[in-house]
Structure formats: C-alpha cells, structure tokens
C-alpha cells in the first residue's frame, strides 16, 4: 500500500518482482542526538538535511557539530558571511585536500582526445586511485596516515598542531573520508574566520554549548551535522503471507537479495568506492535473473542457505573492523546478516565483484525457483 502525499489518497501497487532503489538513509529527516538543555537555548537548531530557506547566518556565531563531510563542505560557505563558524567535534576526522579538478582530463582535452575516451580513462584512473589507497590503507596505515596529516599541514602551515583536532585514533578509511576541494575548509581555519574544537558536549545552555572540558561555545545558530539515519528498504513495513517481515531475521545474498524473501532484489552500494558502481552491477544481475526466470517460466525467486551453508557463522551486514562510522553502528541490527562464504556477503569489494556478479550461476541452489 502507498499513500499519495498530495491528497492522502491509499494507492494499492502490484508487482511480480519488487526492485528497491530507495537508498540507505531517512530522507525526511537526519540524526540528531539527544542533548540535555536543548528547549533552553534561545538560538536555532538546524540540521543540514532540512536546511530552512530562511535561515540567515550573517554576523552570527555559528556552531557546527561534527566534522565529517557535511560539515568539510559547510563551513567554507558559511564561514565568509557569518561573524565566526566553531566545528565542534567529538572526534577528528581525515581529510584529503586536493585540487577541485581532474588533471589527466584537461590534458586529454587538450590533446583532442574525445569525449567518451576521455570519460573512459578518467573512471578507470579514479577506480585504480581509489582501489590503491584503499589497500594502502590496510597494509601500511601509518604511512598513509601521515601523508593525509601532510596534505592538512600543507594548508595549515607548520605552526598548526594538528593535535587534537586533525589527528584521528582510528586508521585511515575506517571512517569514510573527506575531500576537501582546493583546501577550502583549511582556508578558512588558517583566516581565522572558522576555528576547531575537540570536546564533547555537556549541556546546550541559553546562549550556547557547555562542553565537558568546562569551556562554553557562545552561539546564535547551531548546525547539528551529525550525519543521518540509516534505514532498511525504506521503513517499508514489509510482510509475506501476512506475516511481518524483520529483515534482521534474514541472510544477505551477496547484499543484494535476502533469505526468506521472495522477488525482491535491493540495491546497496559500496562506502569506499562510488555507489553507483554497485547499482550497475546489480542491475545488470536483476535483469539477467528476470531474464533466466522468463526462460525458464519461474515465477519466484527466493535465495535460501544451502545443506553445504548449514551451520554457517552468521555476522553483522559489515565487520566494524572494517568500517565502521556511526550511522552503521546505529543501525548494524536493523540489517540483515551476512554469512562468512562470498555468497552470503556483500564484500564491499568493487574489484572483486566487477568480475564475480557477471557470473553468478543463476541455477546454484541458493535460488529457489518455483512456477
Ligand atoms: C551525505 C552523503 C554523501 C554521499 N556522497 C557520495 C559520494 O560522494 N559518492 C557516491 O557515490 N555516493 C555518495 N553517497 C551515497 C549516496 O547515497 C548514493 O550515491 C546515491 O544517492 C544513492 O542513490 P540511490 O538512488 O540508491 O538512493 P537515494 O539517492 O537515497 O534515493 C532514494 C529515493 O527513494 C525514495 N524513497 C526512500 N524510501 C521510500 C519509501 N518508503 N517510499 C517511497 N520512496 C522512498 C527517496 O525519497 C529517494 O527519492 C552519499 C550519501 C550521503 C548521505
């Protein structure tokens, strides 16, 4: 059942397979904790995923808090019109400052190399860039760690000691990372205009933030970017049968389909590397399997766990060794399970999966067809 918005009208939709392109996060609102004295401060509280069109931060103190990239890319906007812009963050974030344009483009462009070439060559460079970070990530950390410290000092000048507020606990890609183009957030901070605060927040006051060092942040507006809220397949309340379904009770087919669930593919894409990179892939799986089942006159479809997946450790949807930001871990047990075989997980792995969806034997036991 929907409901359309305009009138309140009830809308009965029937489907034969049910393709869920809805995204992973509430689009009606963002999260924002919870903190004691919120009703008594006389400012606004905003949050970045409902951005009231009236809100003028011009000649005013502003607190951002958080500082992943949400924030990287508002406070360089901010920072200009209003009188000072505070990121108070809780824990430091990585940063990639870089130049706001892709050289090998221009050049190819410059060499008359066409359009579509030139699309071609720049995605492969990124993928290749992207994969070899990531991998660097993993095997030399430290090392990747500190050319990432040296891109921030690079903007910060020598002076800047970038402990606390851009030395992070954790290794680099554990936590998604910010590009910042052409060092815009660091030009603010080096002006004087934008300033950092690392510290956790006791209590919002009437005039601004309580924060547990005993220091207080003034502020007339503050900006919670405090990320946003993970949600399964919509929040749709989903049954089969009549019976509710809780999608935490299930095993993921490679992230993409579901134990117990018939007809219904979901696309999910990866943290580290471009979503839609994983939307193509699994599109193209969905239309090869409705393809398989028209020629075969299946009607069904629903993954299930093999006699040989018998007693397979069950995990949560991502190891949070892996990665592991707080939108996740705020939602880890609303996800479904992953099993420990490549079937049963979605890998997070675009090099390995560019290669393995194209092949998945549609005919392998864990799809159950039925006429
Ligand atoms: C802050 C942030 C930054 C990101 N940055 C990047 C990035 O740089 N690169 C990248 O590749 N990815 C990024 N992503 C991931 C991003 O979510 C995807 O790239 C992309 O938006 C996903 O597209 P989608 O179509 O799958 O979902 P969405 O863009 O989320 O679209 C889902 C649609 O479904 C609708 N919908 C949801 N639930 C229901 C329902 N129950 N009924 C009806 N309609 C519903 C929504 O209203 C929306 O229109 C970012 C995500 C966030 C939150």
């Not at 869920?20 to 009703?39: I, K």
Request: glycine letters at 8%; charged letters at 25%.
């Amino acid at each position: 059942m929907a409901e359309r918005t305009a009138t309140g009208e009830q809308v009965r939709v029937t489907a034969n397979f049910l393709w869920m392109c809805q995204g992973y996060y509430r689009h009606s609102e963002g999260y924002t904790p919870e903190w004691d004295g919120m009703a008594e401060f006389k400012g606004r509280i905003v949050h970045p995923q409902t951005w009231p069109d009236d809100l003028d931060c011009s000649g005013k103190k502003v607190v951002v808090i958080g500082s992943g990239a949400t924030a990287a890319t508002l406070v360089p906007s901010l920072a200009p019109g209003c009188a000072h812009v505070t990121v108070l963050q809780r824990s430091p974030t990585y940063f990639i400052p870089g130049r706001n344009k892709i050289e090998i483009a221009d050049t190819l462009r410059e060499l008359g190399v066409s359009e579509e070439w030139i699309h071609e060559i720049v995605r492969r460079k990124i993928l290749f860039d992207q994969a070899t970070f990531t991998r660097r990530s993993m095997s030399e950390p430290e090392v990747v760690k500190q050319e990432l410290l040296a891109g921030v000092r690079a903007h910060l000048g020598p002076d800047y000691n970038l402990d606390p507020h851009f030395m992070p606990s954790y290794r680099p890609w554990r936590q998604r990372i910010a590009f910042v183009p052409d060092g815009d957030l660091f030009k603010g901070i080096a002006s004087g205009k934008a300033s950092v605060v690392t510290d956790e927040i006791e209590r919002f006051t009437e005039t601004g933030i309580k924060l547990q060092s005993g220091d207080t942040l003034e502020a007339d507006i503050v900006v919670t970017a405090t990320g946003f809220n993970l949600n399964v397949l919509g929040d749709i309340a989903f049954s089969i049968d009549g019976q509710p379904l809780n999608f935490a009770d299930t095993v993921t087919y490679r992230g993409m389909m579901f134990t117990g669930v018939p007809n219904m593919a979901w696309v999910f894409g990866y943290f580290r590397a471009s979503w839609t990179l994983r939307a193509d892939l699994v599109a193209d799986f969905v239309c090869r399997l409705l393809t398989h089942m028209k020629q075969h006159g299946h009607r069904s479809v629903v993954p299930a766990l093999r006699p040989e997946d018998a007693g397979m450790e069950l995990l949560p949807w991502i190891d949070p060794e892996n990665f592991n930001p707080g939108y996740l871990m705020r939602g880890m047990h609303l996800l479904p399970k992953r099993g420990t075989k490549p079937e049963w997980q979605h890998s997070q792995d675009y090099w390995t999966e560019k290669d393995e969806l194209p092949k998945i034997d549609l005919d392998d036991p864990a799809f159950v067809y039925a006429r």
